[in-house]
Nanobody
Framework: QVQLRESGGGSVLAGGSLRLSCAPS????????VAWFRQDPGKEREGIAA????????YYADSVKGRFTISQDNAKNMVYLQMNDLKPEDTGLYYC????????????????????WGQGTQVTVSS
């Protein structure tokens, strides 16, 4: 079982930036992918960025492409989500999740293959 802990959420004005951090522990190296999801009350959970732990292949939702960057620091065993040019519609609870499955394409942003989840960190963007 992989444990995940998110940090770095907060409140910012539109156009601002935040960096979220995810610290996998436990059997972290058994995960093929780590991804970030977000959910706003009343909306479905949305996969926004994923990274393959071996090789660093990344995937992004169209809604964040060009503004968000997912990265990893293998030495520190950390995964980050750099969020720039934030918009009010980026508001939500952001979750870090890990998957033991190797996969490609749009499946990396589906929550189905992800079996370990953090508690989430809140991001609020005001206009």
């Amino acid at each position: 079982q992989v444990q995940l802990r998110e940090s770095g959420g907060g409140s910012v004005l539109a156009g601002g930036s935040l960096r979220l951090s995810c610290a996998p522990s436990g059997h972290a190296y058994s995960s093929y992918y780590v991804a970030w999801f977000r959910q706003d009350p009343g909306k479905e959970r949305e996969g926004i960025a994923a990274i393959r732990r071996s090789g660093g292949l990344t995937y992004y939702a169209d809604s964040v492409k060009g503004r968000f960057t997912i990265s990893q620091d293998n030495a520190k065993n950390m995964v980050y989500l750099q969020m720039n040019d934030l918009k009010p519609e980026d508001t939500g609870l952001y979750y870090c999740a890990a998957s033991p499955r190797d996969m490609y394409g749009s499946r990396t942003l589906s929550d189905v293959p992800y079996t370990s989840w953090g508690q989430g960190t809140q991001v609020t963007v005001s206009s």
